[in-house]
C-alpha cells in the first residue's frame, strides 16, 4: 500500500510541470504574434514618414509655383521652374514608396492575422491538453485519498510502538519500512539474511520483529510458514525450534 501511496504521491507531483509544459507550447505562438505586430507597427511608422514627405514636397512645390506670379526676371522664373520640377519628382518618389508600403502593410496585416489565428488555435489545444491534465489530477487525487483511506484501516490492528518504529524506517526508505525476505535475501537491500531469522519468520506464532542487519528494513516472508512442529509426544507448549 504504501508503495502505492508513493507512486501516486510522485505521479500526482508532477502534474504542475505538465500544466507548464502545456502552457510553454504556447510561447512559440505568442512570440509569432508579437514578432508580426512589432514588425507591422515599424512598417505603420514608416508609412507616416514617407506620407509626410509627399506632403512637404507638394507643399513646397506649391509654394513655388505660387512665387512665380511675383518673379521678375527670367532667370528667376528659370530656376523656380527648375525648383518646381525638382519638388513634383521628389513627391513621385515620395508617392512611389508610399504605394509600396501600403503594400507590404497589407502583407503585414495579413501576417498579424495569421499569427492571431496561429495562437487561438495553439490556445484551443493547449486548453483541451490542460483539461485533459486536470481531469487526470483529479482521478489520481481520488486513488491516493482511497489509497490513504485503506492504509489507515490497514493499520488499525498494528500496535503503535510497531506502528511508530515502521514510519520511523520508512520515512528513511522511500515510504516503506518493510522488506520481503526470499532465498536467504533481504529484497531491499540484497544483503543475507541469517538462516536461523529466516527461520523464525517462517516459523507460525512468531510475534518477534526482525530487522534486516544491512538496511534496517523490518524482514517479512511470503514463503510457507511452518506450522509447529507437532509434538512428539503429550507436550502441547508450542516449544521453540531446536536450535542447532
Ligand atoms: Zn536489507
Partial sequence: MDHQVAALRSELDTFPKRVQEADA???GAKAALAAAKELQ?????????IEF???QWKDRARKYRDQTAAVKTNEAY?????????AEAEMAAAEDRQLASMVAGEDAER???KAEADLRESETAVNAEKKRIQALHVEKKKQLDAALAERAKALEPVPEDFRVLYERIAKRHHGTGVAE???GQCRGCGMRVLPHIAEELRREGNEEVFRCESCGLILYTLEPIVPPAAPPSGDSTAGAQPNS
Avoid: C, F, P
Avoid at 41 to 49: C, F
Fill in 25 to 27: 507550447q504556447l510561447a
Fill in 181 to 183: 525476505a526470499r532465498d
Fill in 78 to 86: 528659370k530656376a523656380l521652374q527648375h525648383e518646381i520640377a525638382n
Fill in 111 to 113: 501576417k498579424v492575422r
Fill in 41 to 49: 507597427a515599424r512598417d505603420i511608422g514608416e508609412r507616416k514618414k
Fill in 53 to 55: 514627405d509627399v506632403q
